[in-house]
Structures are given as structure tokens and as C-alpha cells.
């Protein structure tokens, strides 16, 4: 890191590959060590996982000064790197990036730095593809969505980044709305059984409303599970009689 007292502009460039850095026993992860603040910090590609020392007790920070300093120096990061940071492993909060590729260093104890990945093009798959097949690291819940109606929610109404997949939401995902808890449950009401009846031959019929009240088709379908299990042997009183046992799953 720069020599202790100033912030005198040492450079770490990371262009590619994966980074782990994490500080000494009075450091930063990457930057300054005991007595010296932060350096110049560029990130063109790969990723970087920066866990501060520990100063004092006191955790240092991820990408910044050392113990007893305190400028954090400067990070600039490419257009395509999220930058995530916090007091804790595994950081969710996503730092802004301002002009040139600027970020502000705050000094959190965790930060991690990687380029955004997309979701994938499924404008060729058909509509028995799974997600789960075709899609890197998806939720177990989804697993067995369909593809192609997985990916146009999440880019569309569900607004959720490829990064983000883990917090999505399943009844957002089958309501076609925002991934937020709030739109959720303002989307429930709008979806009723409008028809339910069960017809001479045991056969289950139901209908129910398609569109969300934005007019997006609903995700996903309702199943209703009909068996017959009679364990016998019966004497029906006559042969219009007939014995039912259904299963009803929501």
C-alpha cells in the first residue's frame, strides 16, 4: 500500500482471474497496511473477494486504510462489474457507480467485485424446456418452470438481474409481476377459481382467471388431482351408483 501518513496513489490493477485478498493483522484486504491509508483501486474483469483486518478488535476495511489511517483511496470498476459490500461475508448491497467507473469507498469490512452475467438466451428452446436444464445455479423452486416464460419475467415484469436469481420470488414469478412481496400481494386478489365442478365421470373440471391485473398471462397452472381408491368389495344397490375419492392440491 502507499507509504504511512498520505494517500500517495499506489496502484493494484485486477484484469481478469479470481482475487481473494484479506488483510493482516492491522490491514485492509486490499490497500493500506498498519498506518497507511488506501491506494488506487482498478477492476477491469474477473472477480475480487477484499475482507479487512483486523485493527484493535476493530475490522478494517475490505478495500480502503490500514489500522491508524484513514483515507480509503480510490476504486474504479469497468461498466460490466457489480460491486457488493457490507459489515458481513457475502455482502447483498450494491454500490452505485458514478462517472469513469467511480465508487464510493466507505470502508465496509467485505466487499465483492464481479462481472455481471446475463440471462441466457432462450429465444430457440421450446416451451418443455425447464429452467433447471438450461439455466447455471437456479433455485430449486424453479427448476421446473418453463424457460423461456422464466427468463421474459425476470427480464420484463419481474425485474430481476441474472445476479439476483437467488432472491426471486415464486409467487411473483406465477402471479407475472414484480418481484417484490408488496406486488405480490397485491396481485393475489386478482387471481380466482371461477369454475370448479366434478362431472359424472369423476373427471375434475376447473377454470380460473388468466391475467394478472396488469393483463400478463399468469406462469405456471393450476392442477387439481383426481384418484379413485376404494378398497372394497362394494354392493352398490343398484348400477348408477358409482364411488368417488378426490384429491384436491393447490
Known amino acids: 500500500g502507499p507509504s504511512s501518513g498520505s494517500f500517495v496513489g499506489g496502484t493494484v490493477t485486477i484484469n481478469g482471474g479470481v482475487v ?14 498498519g498506518g497507511c491509508s488506501g491506494c488506487y483501486v482498478v477492476v477491469n474483469g474477473g472477480s475480487l473477494t477484499a475482507i479487512g483486518g483486523l485493527g484493535d478488535d476493530t475490522m478494517l476495511p475490505g478495500i480502503g486504510h490500514g489500522a491508524d489511517a484513514e483515507d480509503n483511496g480510490m476504486l474504479t470498476v469497468a461498466e460490466n462489474i457489480v460491486v457488493r459490500a457490507g459489515s458481513q461475508e457475502n455482502p447483498q448491497t450494491v454500490l452505485a457507480i458514478g462517472a469513469g467507473g467511480a465508487i464510493t469507498l466507505s470502508g465496509e469490512g467485505f466487499y465483492v467485485l464481479g462481472a455481471i452475467v446475463g440471462w441466457p438466451d432462450v429465444s430457440g428452446l421450446s416451451a418443455s424446456d ?8 437456479i433455485p430449486p423452486a424453479f427448476q421446473g418452470a418453463n424457460a423461456i416464460s422464466l427468463v421474459s419475467w425476470a427480464n420484463g415484469a ?27 400481494a397485491a396481485e393475489k386478489p386478482y387471481f380466482r377459481i371461477t369454475k370448479f365442478q366434478v362431472g359424472a365421470n369423476g373427471a375434475v373440471q376447473i377454470e380460473t382467471t388468466t391475467t394478472n391485473s396488469s393483463g400478463r ?5 393450476v392442477t387439481f388431482e383426481g384418484s379413485a381408491a376404494p378398497t372394497g368389495p362394494w354392493a ?4 348408477t351408483h358409482r364411488f368417488f375419492k378426490a384429491l384436491l392440491e393447490l
Open 20 to 33: 481473494r485478498a484479506q488483510g493482516g493483522g492491522c490491514g485492509a484486504g486490499v490497500g493500506g497496511g
Open 236 to 239: 352398490p344397490t343398484n348400477t
Open 217 to 221: 398471462a399468469y406462469n405456471g397452472s
Open 158 to 184: 419481474g425485474g430481476v438481474a441474472y445476479e439476483d436469481r437467488t432472491g426471486m420470488i415464486l409467487d411473483a414469478y406465477l402471479l407475472n409481476c414484480t418481484n417484490t412481496a408488496e406486488a405480490v
Open 130 to 137: 425447464l429452467a433447471g436444464a438450461v439455466i447455471s445455479d
